[in-house]
């Protein structure tokens, strides 16, 4: 899932500036004079006013650590990161965001289920880490992130390692590559694979036949059985990424 910050405004904000004063300063002030500063309410159960001033001196502060976030679409802001769960941020979903972190990176951002919309047009895509509610405010309407690369531990090191010096493997299910190249006898890339999947989300005569299955559960893809079909699909969904991306 995206990232859950318990308290965005504290958090997230319009600018790298923003953010860095808004860390130096609740870092430092009293507990109850930061709620009040900040109108943070009462703790909840996984954020607390203490946790959060205690991650931000224990991590470190870092300017480093300012990320932008796609916080809705076309929407970038930038957040402090530390990884930490219950901290700063409330639940930062490191196991899957240090992906986004480690290197160069594309995910595609869908829904598991719809309650709030009569219809399904609940994807997008990212390059950045992604806040839960980017495609839905409604809370049955979480946005789930699949990165299309992933950085193994042994390499990975940390959150904010070089990019170049880092080698990403394609989180593709083992044997799904080889086993289109075999059906198209054509050589293929994850990110094609990755644009055909977007342009399937997207064609409005998939919405429409599988949207009882789409209200119920994450979305399925068909896979075209002829190459001028998935050589076409692909083309727009690369197009529809490109567009998708302009932020």
């Avoid at 006013?49 to 990320?67: F, H, N, P, T």
């Avoid at 290197?103 to 880490?129: D, E, M, T, Y």
């Avoid at 309407?141 to 690369?149: G, H, K, V």
């Avoid at 990755?194 to 896979?223: C, H, K, M, N, S």
Wanted: glycine residues 6%.
């Amino acid at each position: 899932m995206g990232i859950v910050t318990a308290r965005d405004n504290l958090t997230i904000h319009w600018s790298p500036d923003e953010v860095w004063t808004t860390v130096l300063n609740f870092s430092k002030m009293d507990k109850e004079l930061a709620r009040q500063a900040y109108n943070l309410g009462k703790d909840a159960k996984d954020w607390k006013v203490e946790l959060a001033q205690k991650d931000l001196i224990e991590s470190g502060l870092d300017k480093r650590k300012i990320i932008p976030i796609l916080y809705r679409p076309f929407d970038i802001r930038y957040a402090y990161y530390t990884g930490k769960s219950r901290g700063f941020i409330c639940r930062p979903r490191p196991e899957v965001m240090q992906h986004m972190l480690a290197g160069r990176n594309l995910a595609l951002v869908f829904v598991r289920q719809i309650k709030a919309f009569p219809s399904w047009h609940h994807c997008f895509v990212s390059k950045l880490i992604i806040e839960s509610c980017l495609i839905s405010n409604s809370t049955s309407e979480i946005s789930y992130i699949a990165p299309l690369y992933i950085y193994p531990e042994k390499k990975r090191g940390d959150l904010y390692n070089d990019p170049h010096l880092l080698e990403s493997q394609a989180n593709l299910k083992p044997g799904l590559l080889a086993a289109l190249e075999k059906a198209y006898k054509r050589s293929l890339t994850p990110e094609q694979i990755f644009q055909y999947i977007y342009a399937v989300l997207y064609a409005p005569t998939y919405r429409e036949r599988y949207i009882g299955l789409l209200r119920l559960g994450f979305p399925r893809i068909p896979f075209a059985a002829e190459w001028r079909v998935f050589k076409a699909l692909t083309g727009l969904g690369e197009r529809l990424v490109g567009l998708h991306l302009l932020c």
